[in-house]
T-cell receptor, first 114, second 114 residues
Framework: SAVISQKPSRDICQRGTSLTIQCQVD?????MFWYRQQPGQSLTLIAT?????????ESGFVIDKFPISRPNLTFSTLTVSNMSPEDSSIYLC???????????FGPGTRLTVL | KQEVTQIPAALSVPEGENLVLNCSFT??????LQWFRQDPGKGLTSLLL?????REQTSGRLNASLDKSSGRSTLYIAASQPGDSATYLC?????????????FGQGTILTVHP
């Protein structure tokens, strides 16, 4: 299995500001993944965070809005930039367990933008 | 583009009932399918991962089946308990991958009342 932690667990932010979310995995993984869950919706993949290369973004998500860092094999950050109320969501990171296809998720960061 | 559908959207049952949650996917070229549980405001807990070569996977009172050719999976919960109340999500990885870039269904909200 994999144990994944996220910081902060929740935050309330003002429009136009930025928030950086941290994700820590208890094992070394090649890829980490960032998802967004809008209110009442299911999860949508934002991007894949690759160690040693640029993140790969899904359609509808851009680097200027959601810059991602991946400084090592156990850590990643997602920044939500120039926030608007539409960015109010739960942001989750995930990673596979060591030697398994099972995907594990962090507890999520609940973001409210006023 | 892979699409994942879950029915029913919501289910309310008395304690002790056996129940079945359904998941269907449009592209049968999948490596595996994973079932998750999400409690309100929380992250995702992995319940079962079933490989495309498997027909069934069991964990305690949970049993997942997979019919890849027909694009269907079911999650069977035996002897339901109030603690089983949560949203249940199924997800499949993107074509050509065995983990990570997951496409989720909209979920089934389960309520088990005493």
């Amino acid at each position: 299995s994999a144990v994944i932690s996220q910081k902060p667990s929740r935050d309330i932010c003002q429009r136009g500001t930025s928030l950086t979310i941290q994700c820590q995995v208890d094992s070394q993984v090649t890829m980490m993944f960032w998802y967004r869950q809008q209110p009442g919706q299911s999860l949508t993949l934002i991007a894949t965070a690759n160690q040693g290369s640029e993140a790969t973004y899904e359609s509808g998500f851009v680097i200027d809005k959601f810059p991602i860092s991946r400084p090592n094999l156990t850590f990643s950050t997602l920044t939500v930039s120039n926030m608007s109320p539409e960015d109010s969501s739960i942001y989750l990171c995930s990673a596979p367990g060591v030697g398994t296809d099972t995907q594990y998720f962090g507890p999520g960061t609940r973001l409210t933008v006023l | 583009k892979q699409e994942v559908t879950q029915i029913p959207a919501a289910l309310s049952v008395p304690e002790g009932e056996n129940l079945v949650l359904n998941c269907s996917f449009t592209d049968s070229a999948i490596y595996n399918l994973q079932w998750f549980r999400q409690d309100p405001g929380k992250g995702l807990t992995s319940l079962l991962l079933i490989q495309s070569s498997q027909r069934e996977q069991t964990s305690g009172r949970l049993n997942a089946s997979l019919d890849k050719s027909s694009g269907r999976s079911t999650l069977y919960i035996a002897a339901s308990q109030p603690g089983d109340s949560a949203t249940y999500l199924c997800a499949v990885p993107a074509g050509g991958t065995s983990y990570g870039k997951l496409t989720f269904g909209q979920g089934t909200i389960l309520t088990v009342h005493p």
